[in-house]
C-alpha cells in the first residue's frame, strides 16, 4: 500500500464574520415561533401515523371478516387471506 503525505501553508485566513445588525434580533424573535411550527408539524406528523395504522387495522379485519365467510369452502385461501392481513397490518 502507497501513501502520499502533502504539506501546504495556509494561504487564506478568514477574517471576523460581519453579523447585520438586526439579525439577532430578528432570530431571537422568530425562535419561539419556529419552535412552535416544528412541535405543530411533528404532531401532525403523528397523526398522520396513526391515521395510517387505523387504516391498516380497519382494512384487515373487513377482510378477516369476508375470509370467515370462506373458511368452510376453501381453507387454504382462508390461510392466504390471514396471512395478507397480517402483512397489512405491519405495513408489509
Known sequence: ????????AASHVA???????GALW?????????R???VRGERAA??????EQTRRVREAARVR??????????PRIL?????ACDRHERGG
Open 26 to 34: 430578528a432570530a431571537g424573535a422568530l425562535l419561539p415561533l419556529f
Open 65 to 74: 371478516r369476508q375470509a370467515a365467510d370462506w373458511a368452510a369452502s376453501d
Open 1 to 8: 500500500m502507497t501513501s502520499i503525505t502533502v504539506q501546504a
Open 15 to 21: 477574517g471576523p464574520v460581519w453579523v447585520p445588525r
Open 46 to 51: 403523528a397523526r398522520g401515523v396513526q391515521t
Open 36 to 38: 412552535w411550527l416544528h
Open 79 to 83: 390461510a392466504e387471506l390471514l396471512a
